[in-house]
Protein backbone atom coordinates (compact mmCIF):
# COMPACT_ATOMS: atom_id res chain seq x y z
CA UNK A 1 0.00 0.00 0.00
CA UNK A 2 1.79 3.14 -1.33
CA UNK A 3 0.96 6.56 -1.12
CA UNK A 4 1.65 9.41 -4.29
CA UNK A 5 1.16 13.11 -3.72
CA UNK A 6 1.81 15.12 -7.20
CA UNK A 7 1.79 18.59 -7.16
CA UNK A 8 -0.79 19.14 -4.44
CA UNK A 9 -2.20 22.43 -3.72
CA UNK A 10 -5.14 23.71 -1.45
CA UNK A 11 -6.38 26.77 -1.30
CA UNK A 12 -8.87 28.46 1.25
CA UNK A 13 -10.17 31.40 -0.74
CA UNK A 14 -7.16 32.88 -1.71
CA UNK A 15 -4.86 31.82 0.96
CA UNK A 16 -3.02 28.82 0.20
CA UNK A 17 -3.14 26.35 2.66
CA UNK A 18 -0.74 23.89 1.22
CA UNK A 19 1.31 24.92 -1.99
CA UNK A 20 2.73 22.28 -4.59
CA UNK A 21 3.59 19.67 -2.02
CA UNK A 22 5.17 16.10 -3.33
CA UNK A 23 6.15 13.09 -1.48
CA UNK A 24 5.84 9.19 -2.00
CA UNK A 25 5.40 6.61 0.88
CA UNK A 26 5.89 3.02 0.65
CA UNK A 27 4.69 0.37 1.77
CA UNK A 28 5.22 -0.51 5.34
CA UNK A 29 6.92 2.87 6.08
CA UNK A 30 5.62 4.92 9.40
CA UNK A 31 6.39 8.22 8.50
CA UNK A 32 5.53 11.01 10.30
CA UNK A 33 4.22 14.62 8.84
CA UNK A 34 5.79 17.04 11.00
CA UNK A 35 5.17 20.60 11.20
CA UNK A 36 3.93 23.60 13.16
CA UNK A 37 0.22 24.51 13.66
CA UNK A 38 -1.21 25.50 10.55
CA UNK A 39 1.39 24.34 8.18
CA UNK A 40 -0.92 22.70 6.65
CA UNK A 41 -0.87 18.47 7.75
CA UNK A 42 -4.76 18.81 8.66
CA UNK A 43 -5.40 19.61 5.07
CA UNK A 44 -3.07 17.02 3.41
CA UNK A 45 -4.33 14.71 5.57
CA UNK A 46 -8.34 15.24 4.48
CA UNK A 47 -7.43 15.75 1.18
CA UNK A 48 -5.65 12.07 1.31
CA UNK A 49 -8.40 11.04 2.82
CA UNK A 50 -10.80 12.30 0.43
CA UNK A 51 -12.65 14.51 2.49
CA UNK A 52 -11.24 17.68 0.79
CA UNK A 53 -10.70 18.31 -2.76
CA UNK A 54 -7.29 19.34 -3.88
CA UNK A 55 -6.87 22.77 -5.90
CA UNK A 56 -5.04 21.66 -7.96
CA UNK A 57 -2.69 18.07 -8.07
CA UNK A 58 -3.27 14.24 -8.14
CA UNK A 59 -2.99 12.21 -4.93
CA UNK A 60 -2.44 8.12 -5.96
CA UNK A 61 -3.02 5.34 -3.26
CA UNK A 62 -2.20 1.78 -4.64
CA UNK A 63 -1.63 3.39 -7.80
CA UNK A 64 -5.55 4.35 -7.50
CA UNK A 65 -6.27 7.93 -8.62
CA UNK A 66 -8.74 9.19 -5.43
CA UNK A 67 -10.59 11.84 -7.20
CA UNK A 68 -12.07 9.00 -9.62
CA UNK A 69 -12.12 6.01 -7.29
CA UNK A 70 -12.58 7.81 -4.08
CA UNK A 71 -14.87 4.91 -2.64
CA UNK A 72 -12.32 1.97 -3.45
CA UNK A 73 -9.70 4.49 -1.66
CA UNK A 74 -11.73 5.00 1.57
CA UNK A 75 -12.52 1.01 1.90
CA UNK A 76 -8.44 1.26 1.84
CA UNK A 77 -7.75 3.96 4.38
CA UNK A 78 -8.27 3.92 8.30
CA UNK A 79 -8.28 7.44 9.37
CA UNK A 80 -8.48 9.10 12.68
CA UNK A 81 -9.26 12.54 12.52
CA UNK A 82 -7.59 15.41 14.49
CA UNK A 83 -10.64 15.77 16.18
CA UNK A 84 -11.87 12.40 17.44
CA UNK A 85 -15.15 11.76 15.59
CA UNK A 86 -17.17 9.90 18.24
CA UNK A 87 -20.68 9.70 19.24
CA UNK A 88 -20.76 10.28 22.63
CA UNK A 89 -24.31 8.77 23.21
CA UNK A 90 -23.26 5.07 21.73
CA UNK A 91 -21.71 2.82 23.76
CA UNK A 92 -17.76 1.47 22.52
CA UNK A 93 -18.98 -1.66 20.83
CA UNK A 94 -21.94 -0.14 19.23
CA UNK A 95 -19.79 2.44 17.63
CA UNK A 96 -17.70 0.00 16.63
CA UNK A 97 -20.40 -1.84 14.78
CA UNK A 98 -21.56 1.39 13.04
CA UNK A 99 -17.96 2.01 11.93
CA UNK A 100 -17.65 -1.52 10.77
CA UNK A 101 -20.93 -1.47 8.76
CA UNK A 102 -19.83 1.78 7.35
CA UNK A 103 -16.86 0.29 6.37
CA UNK A 104 -18.70 -2.63 4.39
CA UNK A 105 -17.28 -5.61 6.65
CA UNK A 106 -19.40 -8.43 5.61
CA UNK A 107 -22.62 -8.73 8.15
CA UNK A 108 -21.52 -12.06 9.35
CA UNK A 109 -17.60 -11.45 9.92
CA UNK A 110 -18.50 -7.62 11.67
CA UNK A 111 -18.63 -9.45 15.76
CA UNK A 112 -15.22 -10.85 15.00
CA UNK A 113 -13.72 -7.51 13.85
CA UNK A 114 -14.97 -5.83 16.85
CA UNK A 115 -14.33 -8.19 19.63
CA UNK A 116 -10.99 -8.36 17.83
CA UNK A 117 -10.18 -4.50 17.96
CA UNK A 118 -12.07 -4.07 21.17
CA UNK A 119 -8.88 -7.08 22.49
CA UNK A 120 -6.44 -4.96 20.42
CA UNK A 121 -6.92 -1.24 21.95
CA UNK A 122 -7.59 -2.78 25.38
CA UNK A 123 -11.10 -1.78 25.54
CA UNK A 124 -12.59 -4.73 27.58
CA UNK A 125 -13.22 -3.39 30.56
CA UNK A 126 -15.02 -0.48 28.83
CA UNK A 127 -16.75 -1.41 26.18
CA UNK A 128 -20.29 -1.70 27.27
CA UNK A 129 -19.78 2.09 28.46
CA UNK A 130 -21.33 5.03 27.23
CA UNK A 131 -18.03 6.84 25.04
CA UNK A 132 -19.23 10.20 26.38
CA UNK A 133 -17.62 8.90 30.24
CA UNK A 134 -14.64 8.13 29.04
CA UNK A 135 -11.34 9.47 29.54
CA UNK A 136 -9.44 11.12 26.82
CA UNK A 137 -6.71 8.44 26.49
CA UNK A 138 -9.65 5.70 26.32
CA UNK A 139 -11.64 7.96 23.44
CA UNK A 140 -8.38 8.05 21.73
CA UNK A 141 -8.43 4.49 21.93
CA UNK A 142 -11.25 3.69 20.21
CA UNK A 143 -10.77 6.43 17.79
CA UNK A 144 -7.84 3.80 17.11
CA UNK A 145 -10.20 1.14 16.86
CA UNK A 146 -12.60 2.67 14.48
CA UNK A 147 -9.85 3.52 12.13
CA UNK A 148 -8.45 -0.13 11.99
CA UNK A 149 -11.60 -2.04 12.59
CA UNK A 150 -11.36 -3.28 8.85
CA UNK A 151 -7.88 -4.08 8.70
CA UNK A 152 -6.70 -1.29 6.69
CA UNK A 153 -3.06 -1.96 4.64
CA UNK A 154 -3.01 2.11 5.19
CA UNK A 155 -3.31 3.98 8.12
CA UNK A 156 -3.32 8.02 8.54
CA UNK A 157 -3.48 9.55 12.13
CA UNK A 158 -3.81 13.27 12.63
CA UNK A 159 -2.01 14.30 15.97
CA UNK A 160 -3.11 10.71 17.43
CA UNK A 161 -1.51 11.62 21.09
CA UNK A 162 -2.94 15.57 21.08
CA UNK A 163 -4.31 16.65 24.52
CA UNK A 164 -3.15 13.40 26.60
CA UNK A 165 -0.96 12.98 29.74
CA UNK A 166 2.09 11.42 29.39
CA UNK A 167 1.20 7.89 30.55
CA UNK A 168 -1.22 8.21 28.24
CA UNK A 169 0.78 9.53 25.57
CA UNK A 170 2.86 6.67 26.41
CA UNK A 171 0.17 3.77 25.89
CA UNK A 172 -1.18 5.22 22.77
CA UNK A 173 2.76 5.68 21.00
CA UNK A 174 3.03 1.54 21.77
CA UNK A 175 -0.06 0.90 20.12
CA UNK A 176 0.68 2.75 17.13
CA UNK A 177 3.44 0.67 17.01
CA UNK A 178 2.71 -2.48 17.97
CA UNK A 179 0.22 -1.78 14.93
CA UNK A 180 2.36 0.26 12.49
CA UNK A 181 4.57 -3.16 12.28
CA UNK A 182 2.26 -4.56 9.43
CA UNK A 183 1.02 -1.62 7.84
CA UNK A 184 2.00 1.76 6.36
CA UNK A 185 1.48 4.45 8.57
CA UNK A 186 1.46 8.36 8.10
CA UNK A 187 1.48 10.28 11.23
CA UNK A 188 0.98 14.15 11.51
CA UNK A 189 2.07 15.81 14.79
CA UNK A 190 4.22 18.73 16.26
CA UNK A 191 5.83 16.66 18.69
CA UNK A 192 8.95 15.99 17.53
CA UNK A 193 9.67 13.65 20.11
CA UNK A 194 6.56 11.58 18.43
CA UNK A 195 8.34 11.26 15.40
CA UNK A 196 12.19 10.38 16.82
CA UNK A 197 10.28 7.59 18.90
CA UNK A 198 7.60 5.98 16.00
CA UNK A 199 8.61 6.60 12.64
CA UNK A 200 11.26 5.86 9.82
CA UNK A 201 11.23 8.84 8.11
CA UNK A 202 10.16 12.45 9.00
CA UNK A 203 8.62 15.21 6.46
CA UNK A 204 8.66 18.14 8.01
CA UNK A 205 6.34 21.00 6.30
CA UNK A 206 5.79 24.60 7.04
CA UNK A 207 3.75 26.83 5.58
CA UNK A 208 2.33 24.93 3.40
CA UNK A 209 5.58 23.43 1.53
CA UNK A 210 7.95 20.45 2.25
CA UNK A 211 10.63 21.83 3.72
CA UNK A 212 12.37 18.20 4.36
CA UNK A 213 12.06 15.03 4.13
CA UNK A 214 14.78 11.99 5.58
CA UNK A 215 15.16 9.69 7.71
CA UNK A 216 15.78 10.83 11.26
CA UNK A 217 19.44 10.14 11.08
CA UNK A 218 20.17 11.51 7.78
CA UNK A 219 18.29 14.60 9.19
CA UNK A 220 20.08 14.61 11.22
CA UNK A 221 23.67 14.02 9.80
CA UNK A 222 22.52 16.26 6.94
CA UNK A 223 21.93 19.52 9.19
CA UNK A 224 24.74 18.55 11.83
CA UNK A 225 27.03 21.77 11.02
CA UNK A 226 27.83 22.80 14.48
CA UNK A 227 28.20 21.57 18.25
CA UNK A 228 27.08 24.23 20.95
CA UNK A 229 29.47 24.51 24.09
CA UNK A 230 28.16 25.05 27.23
CA UNK A 231 30.77 26.06 29.88
CA UNK A 232 30.24 27.76 33.64
CA UNK A 233 33.20 29.48 35.00
CA UNK A 234 33.73 31.09 38.50
CA UNK A 235 33.62 34.54 38.06
CA UNK A 236 37.30 36.57 38.75
CA UNK A 237 36.55 40.00 39.66
CA UNK A 238 40.32 40.76 38.42
CA UNK A 239 39.56 39.68 34.70
CA UNK A 240 36.36 41.43 32.99
CA UNK A 241 34.16 40.11 30.81
CA UNK A 242 34.71 41.34 27.55
CA UNK A 243 38.31 40.03 28.14
CA UNK A 244 36.99 36.14 28.59
CA UNK A 245 35.36 36.57 25.68
CA UNK A 246 37.94 37.90 23.05
CA UNK A 247 40.42 35.27 25.05
CA UNK A 248 37.79 32.29 24.28
CA UNK A 249 37.06 34.08 20.74
CA UNK A 250 40.76 33.94 19.86
CA UNK A 251 40.34 30.02 19.79
CA UNK A 252 40.56 28.34 16.11
CA UNK A 253 36.85 27.42 14.81
CA UNK A 254 34.97 29.31 17.00
CA UNK A 255 32.28 30.87 15.92
CA UNK A 256 30.48 32.67 18.59
CA UNK A 257 30.88 33.68 22.37
CA UNK A 258 28.14 34.84 24.34
CA UNK A 259 28.48 35.49 27.99
CA UNK A 260 25.52 35.72 30.83
CA UNK A 261 26.65 36.22 34.04
CA UNK A 262 25.12 35.57 36.84
CA UNK A 263 26.01 36.27 40.49
CA UNK A 264 29.52 34.97 40.95
CA UNK A 265 29.89 32.65 37.69
CA UNK A 266 30.16 32.90 34.14
CA UNK A 267 28.08 31.42 31.65
CA UNK A 268 29.53 30.93 27.97
CA UNK A 269 27.66 29.76 25.50
CA UNK A 270 30.14 28.87 22.49
CA UNK A 271 29.43 27.88 19.02
CA UNK A 272 31.90 26.51 16.94
CA UNK A 273 31.66 27.33 13.31
CA UNK A 274 33.01 23.05 12.17
CA UNK A 275 32.10 19.99 13.02
CA UNK A 276 34.88 19.40 15.20
CA UNK A 277 35.05 19.25 18.92
CA UNK A 278 36.64 21.99 20.91
CA UNK A 279 36.11 20.57 24.10
CA UNK A 280 39.79 20.28 25.05
CA UNK A 281 40.86 23.58 23.62
CA UNK A 282 38.48 25.20 25.63
CA UNK A 283 39.36 23.86 28.92
CA UNK A 284 42.78 24.17 28.29
CA UNK A 285 42.26 27.98 27.21
CA UNK A 286 40.51 28.91 30.83
CA UNK A 287 43.12 26.91 32.97
CA UNK A 288 45.84 29.14 31.01
CA UNK A 289 43.63 32.51 32.44
CA UNK A 290 44.00 30.76 35.79
CA UNK A 291 40.00 30.55 35.84
CA UNK A 292 38.04 27.78 37.50
CA UNK A 293 35.62 25.81 35.34
CA UNK A 294 32.40 24.73 37.10
CA UNK A 295 31.01 22.73 34.13
CA UNK A 296 31.46 21.69 30.53
CA UNK A 297 29.36 19.73 27.97
CA UNK A 298 28.82 19.70 24.56
CA UNK A 299 26.05 19.94 22.60
CA UNK A 300 25.06 18.43 19.11
CA UNK A 301 22.37 20.17 17.13
CA UNK A 302 19.32 18.26 17.89
CA UNK A 303 16.54 17.47 15.82
CA UNK A 304 14.30 20.36 17.89
CA UNK A 305 16.95 22.56 16.96
CA UNK A 306 17.00 21.31 13.44
CA UNK A 307 13.04 21.98 13.45
CA UNK A 308 13.07 25.19 14.85
CA UNK A 309 15.26 25.89 12.67
CA UNK A 310 13.72 25.06 9.85
CA UNK A 311 10.01 25.89 10.74
CA UNK A 312 11.12 29.34 11.86
CA UNK A 313 8.95 32.24 10.55
CA UNK A 314 11.06 34.14 8.29
CA UNK B 1 -28.74 -0.14 0.33
CA UNK B 2 -27.18 -1.52 3.56
CA UNK B 3 -25.07 1.19 4.79
CA UNK B 4 -28.11 3.21 3.83
CA UNK B 5 -30.33 0.91 6.51
CA UNK B 6 -26.96 1.08 9.19
CA UNK B 7 -27.16 5.25 9.30
CA UNK B 8 -31.06 5.34 9.51
CA UNK B 9 -30.78 2.53 12.18
CA UNK B 10 -28.14 4.60 14.07
CA UNK B 11 -29.98 7.54 13.43
CA UNK B 12 -33.53 6.13 15.33
CA UNK B 13 -31.36 4.63 17.93
CA UNK B 14 -29.75 8.23 18.66
CA UNK B 15 -32.91 9.83 18.50
CA UNK B 16 -34.44 7.33 21.12
CA UNK B 17 -31.64 7.98 23.69
CA UNK B 18 -32.35 11.98 23.60
CA UNK B 19 -35.42 12.50 25.46
CA UNK B 20 -37.21 15.50 23.13
CA UNK B 21 -38.15 12.61 20.88
CA UNK B 22 -40.22 11.15 23.85
CA UNK B 23 -41.42 15.01 24.69
CA UNK B 24 -42.81 15.54 21.46
CA UNK B 25 -44.16 12.18 20.37
CA UNK B 26 -46.56 12.78 24.05
CA UNK B 27 -47.16 16.76 22.71
CA UNK B 28 -48.14 15.43 19.65
CA UNK B 29 -50.77 12.59 20.99
CA UNK B 30 -51.88 14.90 23.89
CA UNK B 31 -53.10 17.91 21.21
CA UNK B 32 -54.24 15.56 18.52
CA UNK B 33 -56.33 13.56 21.32
CA UNK B 34 -57.66 16.44 22.23
CA UNK B 35 -58.62 17.73 19.34
CA UNK B 36 -59.82 14.46 17.85
CA UNK B 37 -62.41 13.93 20.74
CA UNK B 38 -63.16 17.51 20.66
CA UNK B 39 -64.84 17.21 17.27
CA UNK B 40 -66.22 13.90 17.45
CA UNK B 41 -68.59 14.83 20.28
CA UNK B 42 -70.38 17.59 18.46
CA UNK B 43 -70.62 15.77 15.07
CA UNK B 44 -70.64 12.23 16.23
CA UNK B 45 -69.40 11.91 12.70
CA UNK B 46 -65.40 9.88 13.13
CA UNK B 47 -64.25 12.07 10.25
CA UNK B 48 -60.24 13.56 10.35
CA UNK B 49 -61.15 16.78 9.04
CA UNK B 50 -60.93 17.61 12.52
CA UNK B 51 -57.40 17.04 12.40
CA UNK B 52 -56.87 17.80 8.81
CA UNK B 53 -57.57 20.97 8.97
CA UNK B 54 -56.94 21.94 12.81
CA UNK B 55 -54.28 24.65 12.61
CA UNK B 56 -52.66 24.04 15.89
CA UNK B 57 -52.51 20.49 15.14
CA UNK B 58 -50.34 21.69 12.18
CA UNK B 59 -48.51 24.14 13.91
CA UNK B 60 -47.29 20.55 16.57
CA UNK B 61 -46.34 19.21 13.01
CA UNK B 62 -43.75 21.80 12.26
CA UNK B 63 -42.43 22.00 15.48
CA UNK B 64 -42.44 18.29 15.59
CA UNK B 65 -40.38 18.28 11.91
CA UNK B 66 -38.12 20.60 12.47
CA UNK B 67 -36.96 19.81 16.08
CA UNK B 68 -36.18 15.88 14.56
CA UNK B 69 -34.23 17.28 11.41
CA UNK B 70 -32.36 20.26 13.49
CA UNK B 71 -29.98 17.62 14.58
CA UNK B 72 -29.15 15.21 11.75
CA UNK B 73 -26.50 17.40 10.34
CA UNK B 74 -25.59 19.72 12.47
CA UNK B 75 -24.08 17.69 15.36
CA UNK B 76 -22.13 15.74 13.26
CA UNK B 77 -21.12 19.09 11.80
CA UNK B 78 -19.82 20.39 15.41
CA UNK B 79 -18.58 17.14 16.79
CA UNK B 80 -15.92 16.53 13.63
CA UNK B 81 -18.27 12.97 13.20
CA UNK B 82 -19.32 14.11 9.67
CA UNK B 83 -15.26 13.85 9.04
CA UNK B 84 -16.12 10.19 10.26
CA UNK B 85 -18.99 9.44 7.66
CA UNK B 86 -17.35 11.17 4.88
CA UNK B 87 -14.20 9.40 4.86
CA UNK B 88 -16.00 6.21 4.84
CA UNK B 89 -17.10 4.03 1.84
CA UNK B 90 -20.64 5.46 1.23
CA UNK B 91 -21.84 7.68 -1.14
CA UNK B 92 -22.56 11.32 0.27
CA UNK B 93 -26.31 11.02 -0.74
CA UNK B 94 -26.48 7.49 0.82
CA UNK B 95 -25.80 9.35 4.02
CA UNK B 96 -28.60 12.14 3.16
CA UNK B 97 -31.13 9.36 2.31
CA UNK B 98 -30.29 7.12 5.46
CA UNK B 99 -30.89 10.63 7.82
CA UNK B 100 -34.18 10.98 5.85
CA UNK B 101 -35.38 7.51 6.26
CA UNK B 102 -34.85 7.33 10.11
CA UNK B 103 -36.82 11.03 10.53
CA UNK B 104 -39.50 9.80 8.72
CA UNK B 105 -39.94 6.59 10.77
CA UNK B 106 -39.51 8.52 13.57
CA UNK B 107 -43.03 10.36 12.61
CA UNK B 108 -44.33 7.49 11.45
CA UNK B 109 -43.64 5.84 14.96
CA UNK B 110 -45.33 9.17 16.59
CA UNK B 111 -48.80 8.74 14.17
CA UNK B 112 -49.22 5.09 14.68
CA UNK B 113 -50.48 5.67 18.52
CA UNK B 114 -53.29 7.97 16.90
CA UNK B 115 -54.70 5.10 15.33
CA UNK B 116 -55.97 3.96 18.92
CA UNK B 117 -58.50 7.06 18.43
CA UNK B 118 -59.67 5.65 15.53
CA UNK B 119 -60.20 2.42 16.64
CA UNK B 120 -61.45 3.48 19.99
CA UNK B 121 -64.65 5.01 18.20
CA UNK B 122 -65.27 1.88 16.34
CA UNK B 123 -65.24 -0.18 19.53
CA UNK B 124 -67.65 1.89 21.28
CA UNK B 125 -69.75 2.20 18.20
CA UNK B 126 -69.52 6.00 17.89
CA UNK B 127 -70.71 7.68 14.55
CA UNK B 128 -69.65 6.40 11.34
CA UNK B 129 -65.72 5.88 10.63
CA UNK B 130 -64.88 7.09 6.89
CA UNK B 131 -62.11 4.81 5.82
CA UNK B 132 -61.15 6.83 2.99
CA UNK B 133 -60.51 10.01 4.45
CA UNK B 134 -58.78 7.93 7.42
CA UNK B 135 -56.55 6.75 5.14
CA UNK B 136 -55.82 9.75 2.74
CA UNK B 137 -55.33 12.15 6.36
CA UNK B 138 -52.73 9.58 7.15
CA UNK B 139 -51.29 8.98 3.66
CA UNK B 140 -51.25 13.33 3.56
CA UNK B 141 -49.76 13.75 6.97
CA UNK B 142 -46.87 11.23 6.01
CA UNK B 143 -46.05 13.31 2.52
CA UNK B 144 -46.10 16.27 4.30
CA UNK B 145 -44.21 15.69 7.13
CA UNK B 146 -41.53 14.27 4.78
CA UNK B 147 -41.39 17.50 2.86
CA UNK B 148 -40.99 19.39 6.12
CA UNK B 149 -38.20 17.13 7.19
CA UNK B 150 -36.77 17.02 3.68
CA UNK B 151 -36.36 20.67 4.66
CA UNK B 152 -34.97 20.65 7.81
CA UNK B 153 -32.57 18.32 6.94
CA UNK B 154 -31.13 20.84 4.22
CA UNK B 155 -31.02 23.73 7.03
CA UNK B 156 -29.62 21.72 9.49
CA UNK B 157 -26.78 20.49 6.42
CA UNK B 158 -25.92 24.31 6.87
CA UNK B 159 -25.29 25.26 9.94
CA UNK B 160 -23.57 23.45 13.04
CA UNK B 161 -25.94 25.35 15.10
CA UNK B 162 -28.81 23.18 16.31
CA UNK B 163 -30.70 26.29 17.51
CA UNK B 164 -30.36 28.40 14.59
CA UNK B 165 -31.89 25.53 11.95
CA UNK B 166 -34.40 24.74 14.39
CA UNK B 167 -35.72 28.35 13.81
CA UNK B 168 -34.75 28.73 9.90
CA UNK B 169 -36.55 25.44 9.02
CA UNK B 170 -39.77 26.05 11.32
CA UNK B 171 -39.88 29.20 9.45
CA UNK B 172 -39.85 28.17 6.17
CA UNK B 173 -41.84 25.22 6.59
CA UNK B 174 -44.24 27.64 8.46
CA UNK B 175 -44.36 30.33 5.26
CA UNK B 176 -44.92 26.88 3.16
CA UNK B 177 -48.27 26.03 5.16
CA UNK B 178 -48.66 29.49 5.50
CA UNK B 179 -49.51 29.91 1.84
CA UNK B 180 -52.56 28.36 1.65
CA UNK B 181 -54.13 30.71 4.24
CA UNK B 182 -53.13 34.04 2.89
CA UNK B 183 -54.34 33.62 -1.21
CA UNK B 184 -56.80 36.31 -0.31
CA UNK B 185 -54.16 38.48 -0.16
CA UNK B 186 -51.95 37.48 -3.25
CA UNK B 187 -52.42 39.12 -6.53
CA UNK B 188 -54.50 37.75 -8.56
CA UNK B 189 -51.75 36.70 -11.29
CA UNK B 190 -49.95 34.97 -8.90
CA UNK B 191 -52.93 33.12 -6.62
CA UNK B 192 -52.83 29.86 -8.73
CA UNK B 193 -48.77 30.04 -8.34
CA UNK B 194 -48.91 30.64 -4.81
CA UNK B 195 -51.18 27.95 -3.94
CA UNK B 196 -49.44 25.24 -6.07
CA UNK B 197 -46.51 26.07 -3.55
CA UNK B 198 -48.27 25.85 -0.82
CA UNK B 199 -47.51 22.69 1.22
CA UNK B 200 -51.23 22.52 3.03
CA UNK B 201 -53.20 22.81 -0.54
CA UNK B 202 -51.80 19.44 -1.82
CA UNK B 203 -51.76 18.15 1.77
CA UNK B 204 -55.51 18.73 2.42
CA UNK B 205 -55.81 17.44 -1.53
CA UNK B 206 -55.01 14.03 -0.38
CA UNK B 207 -56.51 13.83 2.89
CA UNK B 208 -59.74 14.35 1.30
CA UNK B 209 -59.25 10.78 0.05
CA UNK B 210 -58.53 12.09 -3.25
CA UNK B 211 -54.99 10.74 -4.50
CA UNK B 212 -53.99 12.94 -7.20
CA UNK B 213 -50.81 12.63 -9.17
CA UNK B 214 -50.35 16.58 -9.34
CA UNK B 215 -50.00 16.10 -5.27
CA UNK B 216 -48.04 13.48 -5.36
CA UNK B 217 -45.66 15.29 -8.09
CA UNK B 218 -45.18 18.01 -5.59
CA UNK B 219 -44.30 16.29 -2.52
CA UNK B 220 -42.41 13.54 -4.25
CA UNK B 221 -39.95 16.21 -6.02
CA UNK B 222 -40.02 18.83 -3.48
CA UNK B 223 -38.68 16.14 -1.35
CA UNK B 224 -36.03 14.76 -3.86
CA UNK B 225 -34.89 18.42 -4.56
CA UNK B 226 -34.40 19.01 -0.86
CA UNK B 227 -32.08 15.81 -0.25
CA UNK B 228 -30.27 16.81 -3.42
CA UNK B 229 -29.54 20.20 -2.17
CA UNK B 230 -28.28 18.74 1.11
CA UNK B 231 -25.79 16.34 -0.78
CA UNK B 232 -24.56 19.67 -2.67
CA UNK B 233 -24.49 21.31 0.70
CA UNK B 234 -22.19 18.26 1.98
CA UNK B 235 -19.95 18.70 -0.77
CA UNK B 236 -19.45 22.33 -0.38
CA UNK B 237 -16.27 21.07 1.69
CA UNK B 238 -14.36 20.36 -1.54
CA UNK B 239 -15.27 23.51 -3.12
Known amino acids: MSIKVENLTKYYGSQAAVKDISFEINTGEIVGFLGPNGAGKSTTLKMITTYLSPSSGKVFVDDLDISEKSLEVRKKIGYLPEQNPLYSDMNVLEYLEYAAELQSIPKTEIKDAVKKMVKVCGLIEVKHKDIGELSKG ?5 GLAQAMIHNPELLLLDEPTSGLDPNQIA ?20 ILQEVQVLCDRIIIINNGEIVADNTSEDLKSKFKTQFNVKVVIKRNPAIGKEKLVSELESINNVDKVKVDQEDDVWKVDILTSKDTDLREDIARKVMSMNLVMLELHQEETSLEDIFRNLTRKQ | MDKILAVTKKELRSSFNSPIAYIIILLFLVVT ?40 FSEEKKSGTLELLLTKPLKDFDIVVGKFLSALLLVVFTFIPTLVYVISFKIFGLGSIDLGSIFGAYLGLIFISALYISIGIFISSLTENQVIAFIISFLIILILFLFNKILVFIPSPLVSTIEYLSSDYHYLNIAKGVIDTRDLVYFISGIYIMLLLTKTSLERRKW
Open chain 1, 171 to 190: EIRKLIKDLGKHKTVMLSTH
Open chain 1, 138 to 142: FKQRV
Open chain 2, 33 to 72: GWFFTTTIFPTGLVSMRGITENIIIHLVLLIFAAAISMRT
